[in-house]
């Protein structure tokens, strides 16, 4: 057994706890150490990845004990290929995260001057955001389903904490809403989890020996629900979606790059392993209805983005656009299409991360989410002008940038796919492709609004970005763009664990999808 997943989780465990008990007034050291510990994790992220073998077994890492024998739950870990790249996105962007709210639990200032104060300290948040990280490592690394529903479930804490002690006006109201839609989802999934365990009659919830023991394709669809709903809701996927623009506008600016960029991702992890390779039945028919959520997804969130005021609420729109296109990638069911939403999930991570980010430098300098409070900041501020637009461009798709590799992958795979020999996934690609258009209609209008144009009185006072604000955005860049023009690394990690689904799933790959495999 290895030891390196269990350390990946315990070392920010062990953060957390020393943060916690910090004396009273030592909020500088707990900034520290909470940065030290999360760099530490990524360090050790990158042994990781650099040690899994592209073309060794599907579980890598792995490591299994002896839980709650009786019921045969285990504390079982391994990655493959797609859990490692957001492992990899996780301890990527919890440092950044870090640095840039380094002055989130202060206090935030509102537009009319107003200081809202956070209900717990310093040390508290930053204690949360440690207990976070092990909670995302272990929901991807987690090869015991049961150990997956326990994850999947804690994660909820530290994020409601965060946004409700720490978050916007509303904030009690967005982690009320945030926790109530993310309970009702886990209560479903736990009914449907225990329902596998009694079914299959194996006496274990290790994910290698359910796979396959559901036959009976009835049994296959209810168990399938009830997996689906609950991690549609985490996705999230139109028209459970409604929490999320709430969460994410009166969350900090880090903690909804979490949520956005991680803890919805476990949605869409979900799908693809747990929904399609343990009822791989049912998941061939329910794709269409599931396909076309997704396009209405992707249509719908491009255009209530459009009408957005709040920068906050309109990026949150734009990844339930996003999100759709993923859900459409995992369910055409070909090598691209399924590679490509793998992708779009780290690079989703990346682009929405820095717009996220450059937009709560913005919102702190002016104290305002609201669009129109703002006008010819480029003039006043040029370097987050710049990085703002660049991340915005990421949004949008632009060719050159990560998000473009991914979105093409899922169009073009989408298109192609014979797996249901019907030329309906191929209608679901065209209509899709309209939000290319849509994006670009929210992301150049938000950044005409606020960036160019005469320069706002409130804005003339403002200061471009220090040191701790580049060193932020400047590395979410540069993935960015390498990304953009260079995904290969990624691509070759994820293609072999994407292949071994399809053959659970017992899925015919399009010729164009076999030879993408192999790029």
């Not at 999930?345 to 450059?358: D, Q, Y």
């Not at 003339?460 to 979410?476: G, Q, S, Y």
């Not at 690394?489 to 010729?511: C, M, Y």
């Amino acid at each position: 057994m290895s030891p390196w997943l269990p350390i990946l989780m315990a070392v920010p465990v062990l953060g957390a706890i020393v943060v916690a008990l910090l004396p009273k007034g030592s909020d500088k050291l707990a900034k520290q150490v909470t940065l030290l510990v999360s760099l530490v994790v990524l360090v050790l992220t990158l042994v990781v990845a650099v040690q899994f073998k592209t073309g060794g077994p599907r579980f890598q890492f792995q490591a299994v004990y002896d839980w709650i024998p009786s019921f045969g739950v285990k504390f079982g870990v391994g990655v493959d290929g797609i859990a490692l790249v957001l492992i990899a996105l996780s301890a990527v962007l919890v440092p950044i995260v870090i640095l840039a709210s380094w002055h989130d639990a202060d206090g935030t200032q509102s537009a009319d001057g107003t200081l809202i104060t956070p209900k717990r300290s310093v040390k508290t948040y930053f204690s949360l955001l440690l207990v976070l990280e092990a909670m995302m490592i272990g929901v991807f690394a987690a090869t015991d389903i049961f150990l997956f529903y326990v994850f999947f479930e804690a994660m909820l804490i530290p994020m409601y904490f965060m946004i409700g002690s720490y978050g916007g006006a509303q904030r009690s109201y967005a982690a009320v809403k945030f926790l109530l839609y993310s309970l009702f989802g886990g209560l479903l999934m736990l009914v449907a989890v225990i329902a596998l365990y009694v079914v299959a009659g194996k006496n274990t919830f290790m994910f290698p020996e359910l796979v396959g023991a559901i036959q009976d394709p009835a049994t296959q669809k209810w168990l399938f629900a009830g997996f689906f709903i609950a991690f549609a809701i985490k996705a999230p996927l139109w028209p459970v979606h409604t929490w999320l623009p709430d969460a994410a506008a009166q969350a900090p600016a880090g903690a909804a790059v979490l949520l956005v960029g991680v803890l919805d991702k476990v949605g869409t992890f979900g799908m693809l392993r747990f929904c399609l390779e343990l009822f791989p039945d049912a998941a061939k028919a329910f794709t269409m209805p599931i396909v076309v959520l997704a396009v209405i997804s992707i249509i719908y969130g491009a255009i209530v983005a459009i009408g957005q005021t709040d920068m906050k609420r309109l990026i949150a729109y734009t990844s339930i656009s996003h999100f759709g296109f993923i859900v459409m990638g995992v369910f055409a069911m070909s090598q691209v299409s399924q590679s490509g939403a793998a992708l779009y999930m780290v690079n989703h991570g990346f682009a929405t991360g820095a717009l996220f980010l450059a937009a709560g430098f913005l919102i702190a300098r002016r104290g305002s989410p609201h669009i129109a409070d703002y006008g010819g900041v480029q003039k006043v501020t040029p370097l987050l002008a710049g990085f703002f637009l660049i991340a915005g461009l990421a949004g949008l798709s632009l060719p050159g940038l990560s998000s473009f590799v991914s979105e093409f992958m899922v169009m073009i795979g989408t298109y192609t796919s014979t797996a249901f020999g019907s030329g309906a996934l191929a209608v679901a690609a065209i209509v899709s492709a309209l939000a290319v258009i849509l994006a670009a209609v929210y992301i150049l209008w938000m950044v005409q609004r606020t960036m160019n144009g005469p320069t706002a009185e409130s804005v003339k006072a403002f200061k471009d970005l220090n040191v701790r604000e580049i060193v932020v955005l400047a590395p979410l860049v540069a993935l960015i763009i390498g990304f953009g023009f260079f995904p290969k690394p990624l691509l070759d990690v994820i293609n072999p664990t994407v292949t071994q689904t399809l053959v659970n799933v017992k899925v015919d790959n399009p010729a164009i999808a076999e030879k993408g495999a192999g790029q």
